[in-house]
């Protein structure tokens, strides 16, 4: 099953010089949460090799009752920090510790006519989940959406101004026809399992299930126009496509190819299946 992703971005209908600022607070503290989580796993790289390293990444910085002896306190540094972007990020920081070492690896074997890897940047745009923010476009003339940001002291909910645009609007539609749709396909997966089905067999008999026809709505993130000094919020919509096994795609567009050759013979040089006409 593969996806396409289509964004449409909309613009933060001229927030005030304060609001504007708790966004720019926003992603400086989730780019130091990013940084942080960089250097705990280069410096631990073994979680890496960890079957759940979001896992073990938590087990070196979140303590809990039962585990106060981490290496590091996450929530010292970083108090009251939302837990679903948390882990977002460290998800990202796993992502680029593991294409830097991966890159370090190559760039060893390599014979040096390339420069070294640079160790990674902390560098991102907040992303907003489903707890995270809301949406109010039912009155066209106060439609806004509401963000939990970080004001520089604490993390709070703040509305921001937005105009939602008809493409927006119509793509939205489809987003809760596409949370049924999956409703039903969890429905189905569970029906399975209680037959006594293991899950190398549902996962092999929901290949064949259909593609979800609807659009569904994703987190949508922040995204900073450097040229005109503006915060938009980008939200991603993602269909899923039905694709065939490499096998299968080669069995097709031999076929396809065969079948161009034997129009052309037909128009062109007066051959059929069975030779010369």
């Keep these: 099953m593969g996806e396409t992703i289509k964004t449409v971005k909309l613009k933060l209908f001229k927030p005030n010089k304060g609001k504007v600022d708790y966004l720019s ?3 400086k503290k989730c780019d130091e949460a990013l940084d942080f989580f960089i250097n705990l796993i280069m410096n631990n790289s073994q979680v890496l090799e960890d079957k759940y390293p979001l896992r073990a990444v938590e087990s070196l910085c979140i303590r809990t009752k039962e585990r106060q002896d981490t290496v590091v306190d996450f929530y010292k540094e970083f108090p009251d920090f939302p837990s679903v972007t ?10 680029m510790v593991r294409s830097y070492l991966s890159n370090l690896k190559a760039w060893e074997k390599s014979p040096k006519t390339e420069s ?20 109010e476009f039912k009155d066209i003339k106060n ?8 004001n520089g002291e604490k ?23 596409a949370k049924e749709y999956n409703k039903k396909r969890t429905r189905y997966r569970k029906q399975l399992k209680l ?7 549902i996962k092999e008999i929901m290949k064949n299930y259909p593609a979800n026809p609807y659009l569904e709505c994703l987190s949508p993130s922040l995204s900073w126009n450097e040229r005109k000094k503006e915060w938009y919020i980008c939200f991603p919509f993602k269909k899923e496509i039905k694709v065939d096994k490499i096998e299968d795609q080669i069995k097709k567009r031999k076929y396809q190819k065969d079948a161009g050759c034997r129009s052309w013979l037909t128009s062109y040089g007066g051959y059929n299946d069975y030779g010369r006409q």
């Excluded at 439609?143 to 970080?150: D, M, V």
């Excluded at 037959?195 to 067999?201: T, V, W």
Aim: proline share 6%; hydrophobic share 35%.
């Design 195 to 201: 037959l006594g089905l293991d899950s190398k067999q």
């Design 116 to 135: 070294k890897p640079a160790i990674p940047k902390a560098s991102s745009m907040p992303t907003f989940y489903k707890e995270d923010y809301s949406m």
């Design 86 to 95: 948390k882990r977002a990020i460290i998800n990202t920081a796993i992502g």
């Design 25 to 27: 607070e926003t992603k």
């Design 155 to 177: 993390w709070t909910f703040v509305n921001y101004p937005v105009k939602f645009t008809k493409q927006f609007l119509d793509l939205y539609a489809e987003n809760e026809k």
């Design 143 to 150: 439609q806004f959406i509401k963000l939990r940001i970080y």
